[in-house]
Nanobody, 124 residues
Framework: QVHLVESGGGLVQPGGSLRLSCAAS????????MGWFRQPPGKERRFVAA???????NYADSMKGRFTISRDNAKNTVYLQMNSLKPEDTATYYC??????????????????WGQGTQVTVSS
């Protein structure tokens, strides 16, 4: 069992930056594929980014160049650096984990564990 806890959300002005963190319990974090997903108000949850145990990364097209996913296995933590934020980035951001290398990291159904989410609001 893996427990995920997100942090770092908040209110930011358009054009600003935030770094989200997701801390994982357990001693097998380094073997997990980690993903970030987001759910805007009234909309479906969608893929943002993922990083495999070999540090291979994937991004949703709309995040490429603005968001960066990274991981620190020594701290059991995955990060999402978000730059040039836009009002449409407003959402609850969720961290997810799966104990395998998966073919399509954008598929939510493939993840075994989820955090409770952290709210990001981009507004002036």
């Amino acid at each position: 069992q893996v427990h995920l806890v997100e942090s770092g959300g908040g209110l930011v002005q358009p054009g600003g930056s935030l770094r989200l963190s997701c801390a994982a319990s357990g001693d097998t974090f380094s073997t997990y594929t980690m993903g970030w997903f987001r759910q805007p108000p009234g909309k479906e949850r969608r893929f943002v980014a993922a990083i495999t145990r070999r540090y291979s990364t994937n991004y949703a097209d709309s995040m490429k160049g603005r968001f960066t996913i990274s991981r620190d296995n020594a701290k059991n933590t995955v990060y999402l650096q978000m730059n040039s934020l836009k009002p449409e980035d407003t959402a609850t951001y969720y961290c997810a984990a799966v104990s395998a290398t998966i073919r399509d990291p954008s598929q939510q159904s493939l993840y075994d564990y989820w955090g409770q989410g952290t709210q990001v609001t981009v507004s002036s």
